[in-house]
């Protein structure tokens, strides 16, 4: 149960870090290999040097839409040794200017890499309406 707690814990971390454009706080619990399918950016993004320029840009996207508010549901956690899988879903709202609401499902894949939990994978895909 440790185990999930901490993986859970890294989770809001980058949310809340997100939220306050805290690029360095989100970089320090990623894979130096990670990878990432963000829902705003069609190609996939791997390694430092790209994550560090999306956060850039991620960062960018986020300055130029008004406050943002995250809720995040409760995340399923299944372990296995040096690995482990959370999924999880988020809804987000930004206010004006540049509104814009969604649910995202997500996915990441962690992987314990010198006594610390990793992502070595983060996927988002947007949630269909029901409509």
């Not at 360095?24 to 290999?33: A, D, Q, T, V």
């Not at 987000?92 to 894949?109: C, H, L, S």
Request: glycine residues 4%; charged residues 35%; negative net charge.
């Amino acid at each position: 149960m440790e185990k999930n707690e901490t993986i859970k814990g890294i989770i809001t971390s980058i949310f809340d870090a997100f939220k306050r454009g805290d690029t360095k706080e989100i970089e320090k619990h990623l894979h130096k290999e990670a990878s990432v399918w963000d829902v705003f950016t069609p190609q996939l993004i791997i390694g430092e040097k790209e994550l560090s320029d999306f956060h850039d840009r991620d960062q960018m996207q986020k300055d130029s839409r008004g406050e943002l508010s995250i809720v995040l549901e409760e995340p399923m956690i299944r372990s296995m040794k040096d690995f482990a899988v959370a999924t999880y879903c988020l809804e987000f709202v930004y206010q004006e200017p540049n509104a814009m609401r969604g649910k995202v499902r997500i996915t990441d894949i962690f992987i314990m890499e010198e006594e610390r939990w990793k992502i070595l994978h983060h996927h988002e895909g947007i949630v269909p309406n029901d409509k």
